[in-house]
């Protein structure tokens, strides 16, 4: 079957636009992950649901950024008055559930802000 | 809090060298570790996980609690195992979210 989609793979933006990014997860997979990818440095954690629901959002790195899912499907991260410090690759990934199961990524997209 | 550190950032060796890429945790607790893989142009992906005690690719793996680490080896490298490594924990349980380190670029040269 189909992995992990993330749209669109490359996105420049203008310093202070808002920008939407698109996950559609593995189906069936009730967790969802997103991290942060900034050039040389590891994966950053920014947020996970189960389900539709977010349990824990401390990840974000300010309130300029959220996330929502519905159905149990798709979810959009979106970054409100982008800076240039939010320029980086941004990951989702799936999983059966939340825990310690494997966690299946999507080839990211790549957000360029100006 | 947790921390994953990956104290190479690039390592080279010849096709055939016994090849081994370092991970150190730092976890008061139980933590299960990870190895992802990603190829050029080719996503992130699970190489090998420590609760499985497999070898995938001919890579193993073994969780050392005393010494925090978790090292990545493999006795003769390909060059096809060229790609960026990733060590990455759980805290376990019911915890969502996995810890990565950096990541070491291996280089498998002819």
């Known amino acids: 079957g189909a992995g992990v989609s993330q749209s669109p793979s490359n996105k420049v933006t203008e310093k202070g636009k808002d920008v939407e990014l698109r996950c559609d997860p593995i189906?069936?997979?009730?967790?969802l992950y997103w991290y942060r990818q900034r050039l040389g440095q590891g994966l950053e954690f920014l947020i996970y649901?189960?389900?539709?629901?977010?349990?824990?959002k401390s990840g974000l790195p300010s309130d300029r950024f959220s996330a929502e899912r519905t159905g149990e499907s798709v979810s959009t991260l979106t970054i409100q008055r982008t800076q240039q410090e939010d320029s980086a690759v941004y990951l989702c990934?799936?999983?059966?559930?939340?825990?310690?199961?494997?966690?299946?990524f999507g080839p990211g997209t790549r957000l360029t802000v100006t | 809090a947790q921390r994953v550190t990956q104290p190479e950032k690039l390592l080279s060796v010849f096709k055939g060298a016994p090849v081994e890429l370092k991970c150190n945790y730092s976890y008061s607790g139980s933590p299960e570790l990870f190895w992802y893989v990603q190829y050029s142009r080719q996503r992130l992906q699970l190489l090998l996980r420590?609760?499985s005690r497999e070898s995938i690719k001919g890579f193993t793996a073994d969780l050392n609690k005393g010494e925090t680490s978790f090292h990545l080896k493999k006795p003769f490298a390909q060059e096809e195992d060229s790609a960026m490594y990733y060590c990455?924990?759980?805290?376990?349980?019911?915890?969502?979210?996995?810890?990565f380190g950096k990541g070491t670029l291996l280089t498998v040269n002819p």
């Open positions: 189906s069936g997979h009730t967790a």
């Open positions: 990934a799936s999983s059966l559930a939340a825990g310690a199961y494997e966690q299946y």
């Open positions: 649901f189960q389900g539709n629901s977010a349990p824990d």
């Open positions: 990455a924990l759980n805290s376990g349980g019911s915890n969502y979210k996995l810890t």
């Open positions: 420590h609760i």
